[in-house]
């Protein structure tokens, strides 16, 4: 039901943003109205939060003195991009020339931690990070520190200075590491308790439970790992599983009780809501249903699937039993930043597997499908009244090529694939974080 247009007060809006929009309300996949889309539209804020989204010509007049007003017109607003998993520390070591993933872990990745023992260090690329989120159109990120509790410290607060929504967590890791990243069972969960009574929950802020992955650590720490998510039922886990085929196998030797990989974590406990698991190429069908029933979600994470040469991720197969997905740039393994190349990644991948990814599933996928993923989604995901104004301002004609592209394209559908396709950091004209605009591309 349309609401009729009246005089807004101070009380009701001190910010309005005038552009297209689009945002969703349920997966395009099961539901023909699972999106709304206005092509002149008026979204009204108040102290960062979405108060209504009308039509603009009914509402432009209507703005309250002294209110803030963005004037996007031609342009295409979105909720922020949420990324399911990622890797600041590796951002520096982005494109290393091609391995396999556990080569490339101690060859690229180990190294490259350790210098994370320097606070200033660490402070640094957390910055740099935060920064080439914002560039890219992304609001909300799980990501993965180092072992060392100051990197947590240092993405916190990088990400709370730009109101970003962060998931993070410490890694975990007391084995089958270079000794400079091994913790111990012990420290592992005298940092993370002191770690999480002093970030989670903090403003935007969750913490993660984040053991690497099954190789690195012990049947104690995993036990650690889920002492801790007994301990505060809401916090997060985050780890990898079934990425790599020679992974699978170094896994089997070393849990040789388990069933498979992910039973690995799922005898630990460690499966469940707000468990999110990256890669998950290689799972069975019994593991998929397990996961299904769990609640735990998937990262999807194209761009590192195909650098390093893991395997192609079965959206169908997830799909078909409801599984909880994100897409994922997995940054350093992953190749990009942006969540509109992971995008164009995922489409191939499915191309490749016989299988079909829409342009509607695929920004459902990064923005409501993601935040439902996380569990965040009466938080943030779209634009209904209420949730925290997090969106980014799109540039469908960036580029020459683009702008060639959509002068030919007849369909909201044809624009949003042609985006997904050909669009980078140059499509994203701003990025407001609760309603506040903490990027602006440079002119």
Same mark, same amino acid.
């Given at each position: ?7 807004l ?5 001190d ?7 689009l945002?969703?309300n ?8 699972? /999106? ?7 979204? =009204?804020?108040?102290q960062?939060?979405? @108060? &209504? %989204?009308? #039509?603009? +010509?009914d509402?432009i ?21 949420i ?20 080569d490339?872990?101690?060859q ?7 210098? /994370?023992?320097?606070?200033?260090h660490?402070?640094? =690329? ?5 920064? @080439? &989120? %914002?560039? #890219?159109? +992304? ?19 990088q990400?709370q200075?730009?109101?970003?929504c ?11 590491a ?5 913790d ?32 690195c ?24 599983v ?39 190429i ?10 299904a029933?769990?609640?735990?979600a ?26 909880r997905?994100?897409?994922?740039t ?11 190349q ?11 597997g016989?299988q ?13 499908g ?7 989604d009466?938080r ?8 925290e ?14 702008q060639?592209?959509?002068?030919n394209?007849s ?10 396709m050909?669009?980078d ?17 440079p002119?």
């Open positions: 039901m349309s609401v009729v247009p009246s005089p007060d101070n009380n009701s809006c910010t309005a943003i005038r552009a297209s929009f945002h969703f349920a997966d395009p996949d099961r539901r023909g109205d699972a /999106f709304e889309y206005l092509e002149d539209g008026l979204m =009204i804020l108040k960062g939060r979405i @108060q &209504m %989204l009308v #039509n603009a +010509t509402w007049d209507y703005l309250p003195d002294g209110s803030a007003l963005y004037d996007y017109s031609g342009r295409l607003v979105m909720p922020g991009f990324d399911a998993h990622t890797h600041y520390p590796q951002t520096e070591m982005i494109a290393s020339h091609g391995l396999q993933l556990l490339w872990l101690q690229y990745t180990f190294p490259t931690e350790e210098k /994370f023992a320097e606070r200033d660490a402070d640094r =690329i957390a910055a740099f990070f935060c920064e @080439q &989120m %914002l560039a #890219n159109g +992304t609001t909300t990120s799980a990501v993965y520190a180092t072992v060392h509790p100051q990197s947590v410290d240092a993405i916190f607060e990400a200075q730009r109101d970003l962060l998931i993070a967590g410490k890694v975990m890791m007391d084995r089958n270079p000794p400079a990243l091994c111990s069972v012990e420290s592992s969960y005298r940092d993370c308790s002191e770690l999480i009574k002093r970030w989670h929950l903090q403003g935007r802020n969750h913490y993660a439970v984040t053991p690497r992955f099954a190789p650590s012990s049947p104690g720490q995993l036990e650690v790992c889920a002492q801790l998510l007994n301990e505060s039922p809401d916090l997060y886990l985050q780890s990898h079934a990425e790599n085929r020679d992974e699978v196998e170094w896994v089997a030797r070393l849990f040789p009780d388990s069933r498979s990989y992910l039973d690995v974590y799922d005898s630990h406990g460690l499966l469940g809501p707000r468990s999110i698991y990256g890669h998950c290689h799972l069975d069908q019994q593991d998929r249903e397990r996961m029933a769990s609640g735990a998937i990262a999807f994470c194209p761009t590192s699937n195909l650098f390093l040469g893991s395997g192609l991720f079965s959206l169908e197969d997830a799909s078909a039993l409801g599984i997905l994100g897409l994922a997995d940054v350093g393994a992953g190749t990009s930043f942006s969540m509109l992971t995008l164009a990644e995922a489409y191939k991948i499915c191309q490749l016989g079909r990814l829409t342009p509607l599933k695929a920004f459902y996928l990064v923005t409501l993601a935040a439902e993923s996380l569990y965040l009466h943030i995901g779209n634009f209904t009244p209420g949730k104004a997090d969106f980014v301002v799109l540039d469908l004609a960036a580029t020459e090529l683009m060639c592209r959509m002068d394209a369909t909201l559908e044809e624009r949003l694939f042609a985006l997904m050909l669009g950091d140059r499509c994203v004209q701003a990025t407001h974080v609760m309603g506040k605009r903490q990027y602006s591309r002119n």
